[in-house]
């Protein structure tokens, strides 16, 4: 039986340190059928979109560099490939984007951003 879930089979790159993902966040994102890469560090992510790993999305962490963010966002508004900004759930991290969090509201955000009914609609 096919999954309803937007998001199943579905491989999400996620770009930022490693206590960037909480262990809640990554396991209501596979519990909704996704495919995770990483949290992979700015450069390390550089290196993937640069060899064409494949996947289908990508979160990227707020506090990346200006610099890298441009790059990023360049290559990825170029190919298409849905993404957003997000940042967790730490109390010093900046507000803006959306929350990675295993809370429900949150996930349904990140789904609905990436693989949502507007697929003109990139971040």
Same mark, same amino acid.
């Given at each position: ?34 495919? +995770? ?76 951003? +990436? ?9």
């Amino acid at each position: 039986m096919k999954s309803l879930s937007p998001v199943a089979g579905k491989t999400i790159l996620i770009i930022g340190d490693a206590g960037f993902l909480s262990d809640g966040a990554r396991k209501a994102l596979i519990a909704r059928q996704a495919v +995770l890469a990483g949290p992979v560090v700015t450069s390390s992510a550089m290196e993937c979109l640069r060899e064409g790993l494949p996947f289908d999305a990508v979160i990227i962490d707020v506090t990346i560099s200006d610099e890298a963010m441009l790059w990023i966002n360049d290559w990825l508004e170029a190919r298409r490939i849905p993404f957003i900004f997000a940042h967790d759930e730490r109390p010093e991290t900046p507000p803006g984007g959306f929350v990675v969090s295993g809370r429900p509201s949150d996930v349904d955000a990140i789904v609905a951003a +990436l693989f949502g009914g507007d697929p003109s609609y990139y971040h």
